[in-house]
């Protein structure tokens, strides 16, 4: 099952002791490792005990790349967001989606109430296979890409924002309400998530 | 106070006898009046007893003109809308704002899912002094409206939607965290109050 | 663009004149059409108007087809729920993914409680290309089937229960929380939307 | 009244001192001690003005054996969870259960996502006489556990998880909707509560 | 698997047709039939169909014991509620009890704002092996009861109340938060469940 | 207006210079000053400045009393609760309410869960003529006291509990549904709210 | 207990059967009955059955005075809310607190955006010993007129609104947050329950 | 466009080396900066670097005048808060608004629960173009606001409180549900936001 993806932990609530032991595991087992969740802190300690691990500051997470990642998905996996505060869920798809064998492409500086640079994009999005777009605050930006394109468009609500937002919760819902259609959703912040089901649908047919 | 303003009524909940007498009441003070939340037949009902009464349809409304609208605000106001579902609750605006003194415009076709529609009526979002958009489902449209503008933006949710949009909530969620600045908000399905707030802005500095 | 995708209303909402004008609109551009809750009563007097239309009671959703479905998508799509209740949302996406031109399979036997019944039908989870899952109540039955295969699951919650159910929130709650990675969710009874997509997965590198 | 049952504490919120005056007075009393919802730090110095306590740094739970426990339940007690961040409130179930006089038992590593580790484990389910499954996200295992027994199922919902988990709720709303009868359900996190619950059930006809 | 349970229909929902291909199918099996949420319509209809049926109309239930029920559970089964208003949820759970093989008894007229009258049933609760007991608006009444025995209480929240009731919810989260240890909640109006599980505990050791 | 009440200071979120400012104007008025909510080391601070002040742990509050607090109130102020947690609120009451000139009398150890403490001081309820029930969790005892009574209940819901009771909701809706009549309720820990309310309650008709 | 209150029926959910008996019963007491939430064709009905029963359409209640109301309570409670749609609760506090043996007044007619037609109001106010306000949409009347008295304020909220009122919750939210100390909140719609707590409040130290 | 308006950033969430480099960009495009949401701490640093930066405490912003604000507003934009709490938003929203080219003026001691001090500032309400109203708890002040003014009132709900005001919910809703005509509402605590609003609609007609 699941052949070419890298184990993955998920390190949030997991102490150090716990996630090396989780990690040599892994290791032994010889594939490549991702640790999502994983504070700045923790990734320096971990670097101690796994010389070979980098650190992504960007995507707070932790890799450790046994052998080079092997190229199974067929097209490209294009992550979209607004501006700064959304790229660390960002970095967070853009990752994983890179370890579990896709090609990769990133935007991160288009936003609903600045569309000239989102429309100025529009070959980027036409050439990829499927778009992960990443957004907090009314989380508009899916619908608009959403309607700009005929790909799979998955939509990652982040908690960014305050009063209102309710930790992502307007987000969540204008995602779910979206008039675009062919847009699914996943939990809040889960980059994770959004990253691994575009694997599977980049995995389809090829 | 108010000048020129029509006496309005809040049509939900009251039955034929008291929209009849409060509305016998409001001719006598000899102002145009304005009833909202009107069904279909309870404004024919009321266009037996007052023979000079226009139903609108669209807007759920029925007003009684005994003189003519005095233009009172200075620039124009523009309603904006999505598409079929929404029209009750931006004709309501409509209406209002026109009865209210103000030269008013709508565009009810345009949508987040298909930009090209909304940037191709950039012209008339450029004439006009104050903004008024109704948006069911996730409210982006507001967002994308005020990107474009930098005329104030007041922004309607409606009651349009089903599952997760919650009556509402989702897209007064979206509008409340708009990131386009410059955007405000009112109630669920106020297209009265955001008329008359516009109405007001129209009205500075005359 | 959307290249064999039938033309779809929404029908919640519309009256009988209005769905009268679009579907013959949408008929002259000489597409199949595809109507979505659509009642009984509404489906019987349209197709008075329109004698080649096809109302599927199962679905709430009434048909004309122009011209045959031509295969677009690759794959198959299945579609899978637990019974009697969700049968609505699941045929509504059953019949929206046959009409884009998938070819497409049911399980409508199957739930958590239960699981025996789902095991037996492991090769047709196997088979398929994009499974649809849809489930009221705990809405725990994307996780399962998710945990059994490598291959996008969109999670459709429906509004079916009553109690603590909230109209489907349960549902979707549990759907945006699932263990199961690959697991994406549309909004509560969007059996349309899940099945939009999933159309698109199944275009994906055909 | 509830004879054999240890005096139980409710750690959270009260401060060292009053610890040690409700310890003492319960000590004094001459039975057993049970004080749940106490850090490793607190644990610690307690121990140091009760030698013979013993901290449970799984269960977050402290406990002074006077006296033997006696057996009073007359079956067993299974406490179910899916892994590692619900372990916490499994074990003070677990504890409780035990210093209530039951014979207990657990399973720790099965999860609905991966079917056959539950599945391997049907006869220590069926040896039971009374279950408490412990789960957090979408919190289904109560669900699909319940389908393959014919025994009270209690199920504690754990605030495990992030986003749209809500602290628990996502959970607790699953296990209160769920499509097996015979499940019955406590306050999120409440371990104790469970295990409380189920010693009651497993003196029923003793 | 669970010898000497009836076979069960959830009314809800279903029309009549549905209700009686499934009656007579269950029938077919040989054993009792229960059918819960039936309208007093519904039943009059389907007692034409099967003249052997009886209808509930305190429990808007319909039973047909094509066998005597045959004693199962080991103890008594208790039903408590405050009044008028909850019956039909504590009849469903009462009936329920009974056709799954158990001694019951019920209590319909002690409330938390009337304490005499539950005190003055202390012997029956004191009898009882298991004790369900039903309550909307603020839930309290199994704290109550549940301070008074040492068996496990089954709490139901019942959907009655207007305002801040919530439609049960304030009740459930009233039960979710007792005071007293052995309360286990089930859904909103979930007579049906609470007795399904009550009879499991009965069967505990029987 | 509201002759002999003290002048009360809202501590939370006032830094201490801020305090020592309001504080010294207040003195200078020559009234008696109340602070609620300033915490332990807040209260500490202030003594040095204000050397007459007393800071109450129990009601996490500081009083100076210029000159001794005039008895205005008629009859006596009950302040109830069930335990240890929410001993901070109540003292709260109870020291608003001693300070607003006030008989005040507590009882800080009856639950509805231990229903016997409750009863044995029915004549302390008898006696007082207004009651303040404070209470977490669930949130059910002054459902209790007022069926005991027929005096004012004022219930004060607070924020104690975990899991579902949502930082005092579940007892803030117990408390608006109680079944007992006269019964009202002021917001989650507003013991200062409830205390004021029943001081003017206590001078009606002095 | 409670001497000279009537005996009360709640109405809502309850057919005319169980209605006449309960009421027949309680006439035979002897006493003065109230019945509320009764529609006027229930009333009607009633009627037929106690011809000398009393229906007050504006409060949707049904009484029938068996012997005059004693006046017990000692000074005056006055009822106060700001127009048509609160009419109704306003209207069953009103008849409550008279039933009930009070001299009641009420002020219909002024709101917090029209503050001059309350402040006409002020000597009424003065005079009052108990003030219920009643009020819907934002709910903030009762922090306005706690502003301006120095006596037992109960606010009521109403379901009244529409969108973001959700049912009356706004306007709770809004009592219970009020900004004026000596404000009391019961249920949402119980123009009942506040008029009992009045009574209470009115017989103090009578 | 938005000629004359300064650059701002969004100072949460960012890090002083994001800062920096952020300032230093704007500064380089000639215009002045505003900083919102900027701690003392982060406000000293930030000095350090730029010593032309002034730091106001108030609204815990921060601001690089590199030349003088050109007036660009026709009239006048009033602030209006009730106390304390509520400062750092009204002082956010003058900040923005002088600095975005208006007239500016505050009233920060008003509160409805005492009327006489907003009642004695009329003439300053009447002489304002557009009014900003900042009110947490029960937010009630944009209501009595509104009705006593014939402008466009912008309503600010503040995460001011406890309990059940829900960090701002209470508020937010209160002022949605407005009976004043003419009020706009944007989120929690965004000071900033009504004052660009404002800003734009005291540009209208210029
Ligand atoms: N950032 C993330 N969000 C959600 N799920 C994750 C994330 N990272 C890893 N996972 C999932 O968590 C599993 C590992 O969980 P654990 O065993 O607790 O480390 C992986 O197999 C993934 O399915
Ligand atoms: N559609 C509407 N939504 C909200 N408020 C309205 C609406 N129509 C009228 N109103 C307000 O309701 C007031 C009249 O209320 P009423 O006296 O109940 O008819 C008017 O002065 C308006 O401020
Ligand atoms: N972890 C727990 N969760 C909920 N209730 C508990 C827990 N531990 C103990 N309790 C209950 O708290 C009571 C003691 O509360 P206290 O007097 O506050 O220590 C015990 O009798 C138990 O009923
Ligand atoms: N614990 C409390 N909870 C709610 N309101 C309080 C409390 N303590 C004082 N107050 C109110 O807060 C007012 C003072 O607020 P402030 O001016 O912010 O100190 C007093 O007049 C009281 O009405
Ligand atoms: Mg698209
Ligand atoms: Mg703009
Ligand atoms: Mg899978
Ligand atoms: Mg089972
Ligand atoms: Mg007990
Ligand atoms: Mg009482
Ligand atoms: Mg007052
Ligand atoms: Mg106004």
Redesign the pocket.
């Known amino acids: 099952l699941r052949q070419g993806f890298p184990e993955?932990?998920?390190?949030?609530g997991?102490n150090l002791a716990q996630m090396r032991t989780?990690i040599a595991a892994l290791l032994a087992k010889g594939g490549n490792v991702l640790a999502?969740?994983v504070s700045a802190a923790k990734g320096a300690k971990l670097k101690e005990t796994f010389p070979q691990a980098v650190y992504h500051p960007d995507a707070r997470a932790l890799t450790i790349e046994q052998h080079p990642v092997e190229l199974r998905g067929k097209g490209k996996i294009l992550v979209v967001c607004a501006g700064t505060s959304d790229i660390p869920v960002a970095a967070?798809a853009l990752l994983t989606a890179r370890l579990m064998g896709n090609e990769v492409e990133h935007i991160y500086d288009v936003g609903v109430a600045g569309l000239h640079r989102l429309l100025a994009r529009r070959s980027a999005l036409a050439e990829a296979s499927v778009i992960i777009v990443v957004a907090g605050m009314e989380g508009a930006l899916p619908s608009v890409v959403g309607g700009l394109v005929d790909k799979p468009v998955i939509a990652v609500p982040t908690s960014i924002g305050y009063g209102a937002s309710f930790g992502g919760v307007a987000a969540l819902l204008g995602m779910l309400n979206s008039c675009a259609a062919g847009v699914t959703v996943v939990?809040i912040d889960?980059?994770?998530?959004a990253a691994?089901a575009a694997s599977l649908m980049n995995r389809v047919h090829r």
Request: overall charge positive.
């Open positions: 993955v932990i998920f390190g949030q997991k989780i999502t969740r967070e939990n889960n980059g994770f998530g691994y």
